[in-house]
């Protein structure tokens, strides 16, 4: 018999992501990167990240921030998609 449950994730639904990329990316690019939350540090070897932390509406809209980041010459250093738990102290 086949089993027919709905998956846990589901690439056409909301999430919460933290976006890390190396360089600085000030706060007034939130609302071109569908309104993540910007942060940024300096790293022990003096490099900059900024860190983008905040939900986003589905994979696309992830895809759409990742390749604005990819257009504008950051480098990625990771993606993540953060547990429910997670997601109260994502931003």
């Known amino acids: 018999m086949a089993?027919?449950?709905?998956?846990?994730?589901?690439?056409?639904?909301?999430?919460?992501y933290r976006i890390t990329v190396l360089g600085r990316l000030g706060p007034e690019w939130?609302?071109?990167l569908g309104g993540m939350?910007?942060?940024t540090e300096?790293?022990?070897d003096s490099e900059t990240?900024?860190?983008?932390?905040?939900?986003?509406?589905?994979?696309?809209?992830l895809a759409g921030v990742l390749n604005t980041l990819y257009d504008r010459?950051?480098?990625?250093?990771?993606?993540?998609?953060?547990a429910e738990e997670e997601?109260?102290?994502?931003?």
Do not use: M, W
């Open 30 to 32: 939130s609302d071109y």
């Open 3 to 16: 089993s027919h449950h709905t998956p846990k994730h589901r690439f056409d639904a909301e999430a919460t």
């Open 37 to 39: 939350a910007i942060t």
């Open 73 to 82: 010459g950051f480098t990625l250093l990771s993606v993540q998609r953060l």
């Open 49 to 61: 990240e900024t860190t983008l932390a905040g939900s986003l509406l589905d994979q696309a809209a």
């Open 87 to 91: 997601t109260r102290t994502a931003a």
């Open 42 to 44: 300096t790293r022990s």
